[in-house]
């Protein structure tokens, strides 16, 4: 029988961006791509009598690889076994469509190797800002230019939790609390809040815009769990808020940074403006300077727009195998930027605390810019603001382990960089 002119796409996972998906796929709005099967766990609880009688629906794997679906579309989620899964499919010879940024963070670079020796294609625009079309215009629409840093708010949760705090001075407790009942954060927020999940983000984005594969195991990343509503009043005293950034960069000798840290952010950046679950990425390059996209970073409809949009560009895309080839190198990254530094210390009051911290600070060689002290605290636990000049974050680190080891501290010191 004549195979149908068109792309036939098998769904693995029915779940938020699944059904989107599917929603989309059989509204008559891309007549060109026909969805085929859909897999599933305990399939029976998953039908729906929306999706065509055509569609055929298992709970069995090897039913899709064994299928004549040229587009595989990944939606199960986790490493494993969606890893397995697309790697079967594309040497089954069929093209993958995925929004898992844990798979591609991890798996990209032998996946999309394994793809090119196929002749298939892995496309994965959903991974990264769920519904913003950033890794195409990186890859596409700025190829002309070379791009060298690349910043981002790329977790939803984390921005959702910052903004509450600084616009009503809650707790971090109680912003978390209220993220969960507003299903802006999951029951475990630990990938989210601690930098994982805005980790594997940035290695997709270092790869494609800044062509620097890195693993996302060696990107540094700080929680943003420390964080108090005091930070945010000083911050205001510098004109600045506190946001969840991920930050990477090709320098000129060819060293390539990127860390995802709590950060101050002027209050009148783009990054300070940018409230609620919304994400911003912004990148820089050579010739073209400054280029900022911002949108909604997750939802099912919006992040189902980006596959679908993916699953019509593999379809012009589809080609020859290509001739074997060594496996793509990563690069060594580190997450020691130079930036000047906001360090807060929350301490029991008594006299030469000061003298103590700025006499670390020499020792290291680090320039103080300014101290800040608001009046209103308890001594016994008086939190005070020093700011400081550009300094590489591992100096800073050893200069605040050793002023850790007095006994005034009632916390940790917290440091937070400044980007301008
Ligand atoms: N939701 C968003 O806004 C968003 C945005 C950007 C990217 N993404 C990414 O898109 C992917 C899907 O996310 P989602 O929100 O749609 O997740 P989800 O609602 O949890 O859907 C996952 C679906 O896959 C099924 N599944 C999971 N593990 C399976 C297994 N081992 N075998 C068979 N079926 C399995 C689940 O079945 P059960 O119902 O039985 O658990 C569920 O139906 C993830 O990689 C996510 O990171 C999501």
Redesign the pocket.
């Known amino acids: 029988m004549a195979k149908p002119s068109g792309s036939r796409v098998a769904l693995l996972?029915?779940?938020?961006?699944?059904q989107a998906v599917a929603r989309i796929l059989c509204s008559g709005e891309v007549p060109q791509v026909q969805l085929t099967h859909i897999f599933?766990?305990?399939v029976d609880a998953?039908r729906v009598d929306w999706v065509p009688a055509s569609v055929r629906w298992t709970d069995v794997v090897e039913d899709i690889l064994a299928s004549d679906a040229d587009i595989v579309v990944e939606?199960?989620?986790?490493l494993h076994?969606a890893y397995e899964w697309v790697r079967s499919a594309l040497l089954a010879g069929k093209s993958v469509v995925t929004?898992?940024?844990q798979l591609m963070a991890h798996y990209g670079t032998e996946l999309l190797d394994l793809a090119r020796a196929q002749g298939r294609e892995v496309r994965f625009e959903?991974?990264v800002a769920?519904g913003i079309p950033v890794l195409r215009a990186l890859q596409e629409g700025l190829a002309g230019d070379r791009l060298v840093e690349v910043r981002g708010i790329l977790n939803g949760t984390c921005n959702y939790i910052l903004s509450r705090m600084q616009a009503d001075a809650v707790s971090f407790g109680d912003a978390l609390a209220e993220a969960q009942k507003a299903g802006y954060a999951e029951a475990d927020p630990t990938e989210d809040l601690d930098g994982a999940d805005a980790a594997a983000k940035l290695a997709i984005i270092a790869a494609v815009g800044l062509r620097r594969p890195v693993r996302v195991t060696d990107i540094a990343t700080r929680s943003i769990r420390p964080i108090e509503p005091v930070d945010f009043e000083y911050a205001r005293q510098l004109g600045c808020t506190i946001r969840q950034i991920a930050r990477a960069s090709v320098e000129d000798s060819g060293a390539v940074f990127a860390a995802v840290r709590p950060a101050l952010v002027p209050l009148s950046s783009g990054f300070g403006q940018n409230a609620g679950s919304q994400n911003l990425v912004t990148v820089r390059g050579v010739f073209g300077g400054e280029t900022s996209f911002s949108g909604h970073g997750?939802?099912?409809s919006p992040?189902a727009v980006a596959v679908v949009s993916d699953v019509l560009s593999v379809r012009r895309a589809a080609g020859e195998a290509a001739p074997p080839s060594e496996p793509t190198p990563f690069h060594i990254v580190s997450g020691d930027f130079v930036a000047p530094h906001y360090v807060r210390f929350t301490v029991n009051d008594k006299p030469g605390i000061l003298a103590q911290v700025t006499a670390a600070y020499a020792r290291y060689g680090i320039n103080i810019e300014g101290v800040l002290q608001l009046p209103k605290f308890r001594k016994d636990r008086l939190p005070f603001v020093t700011t400081l000049e550009e300094c590489s974050e591992s100096v800073l680190d050893r200069a605040l382990a050793e002023v850790a080891q007095s006994d005034f501290h009632v916390q940790a010191p917290l440091s937070l960089p400044i980007f301008a």
């Open positions: 996972g029915f779940g938020t961006v699944g599933n766990r305990n998953k939606l199960v989620g986790g076994p929004a898992n940024k959903a991974s769920g997750a939802g099912g992040t």
